[in-house]
């Protein structure tokens, strides 16, 4: 079970968009629909932000949209805010009861 | 609303056997699924196991030797215990539901556990 692969960081200016990748392989991402995102602020827990690669749950920005195309699943933030500088899990199903996540990505809002 | 609260000791030393616990409250305990997950110092998340609404439970193939996560329906609390602890066990511990595959919400507030000699 090898983690998902993320850049270390990424950066935009306010109003812009990014998008974060999440690569894995036929046994996590690519083998199933069940690819979640997570924003994390310093010193506090994860928070959903993607569910089921696309779906958002209640009370998350629609600036917030995730996509998967084969075994890599991405992230997308447009309108960007200060607010968004965070660090960014990806986190897929992995086949047998396992998850997995992603080595995590910085975003800074230049 | 759902809330996690979780605790237990903060500092072990080499050897010892990490415990913490979860306890669930603003919803049902039965028919979901429970994981933890671990965060090292500056480092990314690493998902530890997770016990299921059947109360089988699951172990990330790198830990499951030293992993248990039990239930205590009666009390809507369940526990990790990890032996053997190692400096590369010192982590941020979370609590957390899981809802559907990869759905993981909500998240306890975190237990740092240092391991040092």
């Known amino acids: 079970q090898s983690a998902l692969t993320q850049p270390r960081s990424v950066s935009g200016s306010p109003g812009q968009s990014v998008t974060i990748s999440c690569a894995g392989s036929?046994?996590?991402?690519?083998?199933?629909?069940?690819v979640s995102w997570y924003q994390q602020h310093p010193g506090k827990a994860p928070e959903l932000l993607i569910y089921d690669v696309s779906e958002r749950p209640s009370g998350v920005p629609d600036r917030f949209s995730g996509s998967k195309s084969a075994s890599t699943a991405s992230l997308t933030i447009s309108g960007l805010q200060a607010e968004d500088e965070a660090d960014y899990y990806c986190c897929s199903y992995a086949g047998s009861y396992t998850l997995v996540f992603g080595g995590g990505t910085y975003l800074t809002v230049l | 609303q759902v809330q996690l609260q979780q605790w237990g000791a903060g500092l072990l030393k080499p050897s010892e056997t990490l415990s913490l616990t979860c306890a669930v409250s603003g919803g049902p305990f039965s028919g979901y699924s429970w994981t933890w997950i671990r965060q090292p110092p500056g480092k990314g998340l690493e998902w530890i196991g997770e016990?299921?609404?059947?109360?089988?439970?699951n172990y990330n193939p790198s830990l499951k030797s030293r992993v248990t996560i039990s239930p205590d329906t009666s009390q809507s609390q369940f526990s990790l215990r990890l032996t053997s602890v190692t400096a590369a066990d010192t982590a941020i511990y979370y609590c957390?539901?899981?809802?559907?595959?990869?759905?993981?919400?909500?998240w306890g507030q975190g237990t740092l556990v240092t391991v040092s000699s």
């Open positions: 016990i299921n609404h059947s109360g089988s439970t």
């Open positions: 036929s046994s996590d991402i690519g083998g199933y629909n069940s």
């Open positions: 957390a539901r899981i809802k559907l595959r990869a759905v993981i919400i909500p």
